[in-house]
Structures are given as structure tokens and as C-alpha cells.
């Protein structure tokens, strides 16, 4: 029989997929608010989003409507930040494959390169008379905070005093400090420089990471991030009575995982980020109010970083329809060849050329659905890391009658959709594989890093999440029953491979987490390695790709599913065919 703990983490999956769906259907279908009508429509967000095979900057009204692309570039467009005037858009792109600074000509469309240096620079923010502008760069051999000026050119290091990583600057609104997140205590906190006299105040000091600071409009309080293990929300203070002198935080939102907060330029509302399981999405709340739910500025896309909001904002950009109209990735093209078994499958599994596995009489298959994404993303990779990491694997395909205690009977691996990556990766320079927690929804999802072995800036960006040891020190004897603990900052390029392979359409998935069965004591939940290609497709629709009908109707009737463990509901939304009683059952209960 399938362990227990294995139903019961895939009925969690299911819950937070089922109330993921509620909420989107019976709660934020909001429509604009009244009051927004007085802003006019020069008041736009801009933002970083994937569409097209590409991350480009797009702006739309606070309604979320009038969404208009704003940069058109192969390499990344990234950290938009409007100038105090709204005539200009500064932002980070990694075109020349080196990331730099440019400035976006709102009146012209014209775009100026400010920075030109092979270290990182990136997440520029506008002083308030807009004569200077803060980033982040690593151009000092660490993660610090620059400042440079528009006329003249010079820059200037304003955290060259630590070692430590400092970065996500914010000016405030008089423009005589800047708040920054630094690690310099060891954790990652919000700090304020005195621009004037050089003074540094240390604003929290929790245990929890604290970072992305944003001020107010009226420059008294701050919002920001507080990363607990993985769990994002975002928060406001006084500057006056920041936390770190005793003084109170007030919790802004509350779904578990959000980013990058901006506020209205009335001061009133907050635009947050919100990551899902299936993309992110923009919403604006205002804090304070908490019987008022987000609402929706955007479907649900690909969205990164900060978005920047100004009350005068340009109208430029050329009109886009959607951030979703776009249609699949042109990243790679799948070539396609008809099964020639006869037996009734339309495609073959194939096996991967160059693909290794742990026992070399063990065939590396894929589908003929997802083998060329696969070898393109591999050579992508390849490319920007310096090494094959997707060269060799723990595990592909499994036969379809194969079962054991430990793996899950359904398992994409056996429809040629899945793969688990080595457990870690060492090159001669050693260990180069690092991950970061990254709760959603109640679930412990993982993201992974790879070091780039050029460490010049041509590849990959400083890394700012907390990374995690998993280590056997670290889970058995460190942190029991807590499955490892945070590292210390990590300096150097990595290059976000949970990212880019979700460019590709290979996704993670979350880690078992059960009293039976679970990361926190059991290695083998942790999960961090498994990668699949569904395109959507139920797990029976796959294996019918695949298979003949008569050897999915030997091995995965219904029946036969329920005797290895699965529950019926799980059954039906894997697809597979229900005898009539379930088929009534399933129509009353499905959402």
C-alpha cells in the first residue's frame, strides 16, 4: 500500500488549490473602487512581467485597466521606478548580458544607458527632486547601496562601511535618508541612512528577515516585507517609533506570500504582489482597513520585483491586450513524431540524447510532448551556469507497473512528464546548489540557485534570499524536527533555476509535509528536486499520450487506484475514467 502521508499531503495540495479557487470566485471579483475615479488616468503602476517569451516592463491605470507595454528587449527588463515628475522610467536590464541601469524617455520613447560597469547594478530609486538616483550594484566585490548623479556622473558608495550585503534601496520623501535592507546583523533588517550627516539607525531587529522598505508619501511610515521561514507578508511602521526602539508593526496583509509593497501617491493604498502556485498577480489594499479585501489589478501572470506607482505618470507604451494573450512560450518548438507502436498512443516516449542517470542500464525517457523543452532549457542553463546540471538526473521515467511503499502510484514520472534533479551539485569549485524556502498557501515549496562559475557579472545576480541547510548536521542535530535551518548570507552570481525552468514550462512541486510523512524530519519529502511539464493536462490524459488504452486499462482503473490508497476525489482529478456511481458523486462535489 502507498503510505499513508502521501494521500494526505496530496489532499493539502488540493485544498489550497480549492481554496485558492473559492477565493478568486466568491471574493476578489471586485470592481474599481469609486473613489478611484478622481485620480484620473495618469495615475499607473508599472511593473516587470513575462509575456511573449520575454521579460518586459508594462504600466496599466490603477484599475488595472489600459494595460500598455513599455520596453521591447530579448535580455530582462527589470525594477521599474518612475521619476517624481512621471516623465521618466528608470530600470535595470541585462542587455549585452550584463545588468545596468537605463532611463525610459516617457515623452519620446527614448532610452538612456546610465550605468556601464561588468558588476551588477540594479533596483534604482529616484531622489525626490529627481537629480539622483540610489541602486544596488556589486560593483565593490559585495552588495551595497550607490548613489549616482544625473548630471555630472559621479557616484558614490554609501554602504562602503560593511562587508555585509546591502540592497532594495528607498529615498525618502524630504530626500534626506535612505532606507535600505542590509545583513550586517547577521539577519536580514531595515536600516536608515542620514544622508546628511552619515548616521546609520538600525530600524527592526526581529528574528524574522525584514526587507524591500517603501515609504509613505507622507515619509512617516514605512511598509515592508517580513520573511518568517519562508512565509512573506507585508508590514507597516512609524519611523518615529520604528521597532527596533520598542516601537509597534501592523500586519497589512495576510495571504502568505507577498511582495515588493508600493504606495499610492495619495498615501492611502498599497500595491503588493502577491505570488500564487500559479503565477502572481497584482492587488492594491489600504492599511488599516482590514475588513476591506485586496482587490485585483491584474490577472493572474508571470510578474517579478517591485511595482512603481506615480500619480502623473506618461501615457506611453503601446496598447497590449493582456498579459495572458500571448499563448505558450516561443522559447523552443517540440518536434513532434507519431507513434509507430500501432498500439493506439499518439506519441512515444523517447529517450533524452547525452542524458545520464545514476544506473547506466536505466533509460533517461521523456514524452515526445516535453523532450525538447527539456534539452532546450538544458542548454540554456548550461550556458549561463558554465555546467551541465541538467546532464545528469536522479530520476526520469518510471515503467508504468512500477510501485513501491516510498513513491506515489500516479506519479508524473511515469507519463514522461517528470524529473528529479541530482539531490546536489558539486563542481571542482564545490559546492554550487543552494535553496531557499518559499511557502505559499500552507504548503513548503522550494526554489533552487546554481552558482555561476563566471563570477564577472555576465551571468546571473547577487543573491538576497535567505538559503537553506539541509544538511544532516543541520536537520538531525541543529534543528530537530524543523528540517535545517537558514545559512548566512551567501555572496557571489546564482543564477535562479526554479525561474528559468518555469520559462521552459517545467514547474516544482511542494514538499510532504504530515505527521507520517514530512520535510521536516524525512529527507526524501523535501521535494526540491522534482520538476514536471503537465501543459495543464490531467495526470490520465498524459499517460493516454503514451501508452496504449489497454495497459492503462490493466494497470489504473478506478477501482484499482483506490486499493493502492488514492481517495476518489483525487482519482477524479487525475482524470481517470469513473464507474457511474463515482461520475455522480464527482458532478455534486466538484468546484
Known sequence: ?????????????????????LVILLIWPMVAHPDLQAAGDSSRLAFAAYRRGQWDLYSADETGADLRQLTDDPYEDRDPAYSPDGTKLAFASRRDRNWDLYILDLTSGRQTRLTDHPAYDGAPAWSPDGTQIAFESFRAGDLDVWAIDLDSGALWNLTADSPAGDFAPAWSPDGTRIAFTSWRMGDKDLFALDLETGALAQLTNSQAAEEWPAWSPDGTRLAFVRNWLGEREVYTMTIAAPPADGGPVTQVTW????????????????????RRFDGEQLLWLTPGQTHQLPTRLTEVAWLDGRPAWSASAIDYGTPAAGLSDAGPSPLYVEELTPSQSGSGEPWDLVPVAGLRLPTPAMTPYLSDRV???????????????????????????????????????????????????????????????????DDMGGETYWRVFLRCIDQSGACGRPITVNTWDYSYRARAELAPDQGGIEKPMLHGYYVDFTALAREYGWTRISSWHDDDFSWTWHFKAFEYWHYQKTEGLPWYAAMQEVYPQFELDRYFTYDQMLQVGDYPFLIALKGVPLPADARLWWSSVRP
Not at 261 to 269: A, D
Not at 414 to 432: I, M, N, P
Open 1 to 21: 500500500m502507498v503510505k499513508y502521508t502521501h494521500t494526505k499531503s496530496q489532499m493539502s495540495h488540493l485544498r489550497y488549490e480549492i481554496i485558492a479557487g
Open 255 to 274: 495571504l502568505g506570500r507577498d511582495d515588493g509593497p508600493t504606495w499610492s501617491p495619495e498615501g492611502e493604498r498599497l500595491a503588493v504582489l502577491h
Open 371 to 437: 523532450d525538447d523543452s527539456y534539452s532546450a532549457l538544458r542548454r540554456r542553463l548550461a550556458d549561463e551556469v558554465g555546467y551541465d546540471f541538467l546532464g545528469q538526473v536522479s530520476e526520469a521515467w518510471r515503467p508504468y507497473d512500477f510501485f513501491n511503499d516510498t513513491s506515489e502510484y500516479a506519479s508524473w514520472h511515469k507519463s514522461g512528464r517528470a524529473v528529479d534533479t541530482l539531490f546536489e551539485y558539486r563542481t571542482d569549485d564545490g559546492q554550487v546548489m543552494e535553496i531557499a524556502r
